[in-house]
């Protein structure tokens, strides 16, 4: 698989990568909107979206372990790239600059930021406590085999989990599609320009140009 593509562009994430990404967002609005159904009447026309209310909770244990199983796909294959670095702090003490759009000098990052890294991680432990709780909670399947205590201890950590999780998807959102421009693309065409590996992710850039598998050197560095 090229990196440096012929058109110039570096590749970020490939067709499989961006098909298990898109499954996920789509499996995490259905259950979130199925999910916040549950949780408060004012939130009961969402559950229009799988159906009403009573596919919807015929459906949303289904799809949660579906969404948890591509998940770990996902995470397992971004797994190395969130690990926190040293460099990770000095960008961290940065962070006012970064939200300010003062980000022409900040220290060099590798494929993701501080930002990013904490998005993941928290959506890791969520995810896990989301599905650990839901098989406790899931009714008429496995609830039986716990006692009511541990239902409702669970049923309390789904709800916090998934409330975690509701804001810190919001967060990923917000900075992919509007705060840092160019992101979005990354993860529909699947490419970056080289100004944007440059400026953004330099250790990265450094690691992609220096790949064997450059197709065609890029043009105007
Ligand atoms: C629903 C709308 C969503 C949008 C618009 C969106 C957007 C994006 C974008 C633009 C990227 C590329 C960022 C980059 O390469 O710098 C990305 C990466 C990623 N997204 Fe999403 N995403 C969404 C939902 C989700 C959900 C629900 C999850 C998981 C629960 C998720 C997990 C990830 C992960 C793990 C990455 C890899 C980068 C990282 O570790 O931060 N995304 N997303």
């Not at 898109?22 to 009447?41: E, M, Q, R, T």
């Not at 969520?126 to 009714?139: F, K, N």
């Not at 140009?209 to 105007?220: A, I, S, Y």
């Amino acid at each position: 698989m090229a990196i440096v593509m012929r058109s110039g562009e570096i590749r970020r994430y490939d067709a499989n990568e961006r098909l298990n990404h898109w499954a996920v967002a789509l499996l995490f609005i259905l259950l979130a909107a199925s999910g916040l159904a549950f949780f408060h009447p004012a939130f009961w026309f969402l559950s229009a979206l799988l159906g009403g209310g009573n596919w919807a909770r015929i459906l949303h244990p289904f799809l949660g372990v579906l969404m948890f199983v591509l998940f770990v796909i996902m995470a397992m294959r971004y797994w190395t790239d969130n690990k926190i670095q040293p460099y990770d702090r000095e960008w961290s003490k940065r962070l006012p600059d970064f939200i300010e759009n003062r980000d022409h000098d900040l220290p060099a990052i590798d494929k993701y930021n501080i930002g990013q890294k904490w998005v993941f991680w928290i959506t890791v432990i969520t995810m896990g406590l989301m599905i650990i709780s839901g098989i406790v909670i899931w009714r008429p399947y496995f609830a039986d085999a716990f006692a009511i205590d541990a239902i409702r201890i669970a049923a309390v950590v789904h709800a916090i989990s998934a409330f975690i999780l509701i804001l810190a998807i919001i967060v990923h959102i917000y900075a992919g599609v509007f705060w840092v421009a160019g992101a979005l693309r990354a993860m529909t065409r699947g490419t970056v320009s080289h100004n944007w590996a440059r400026h953004h992710h330099p250790l990265w850039y450094r690691r992609m140009r220096g790949g064997r598998n450059v197709e065609q050197p890029p043009q105007n560095l």
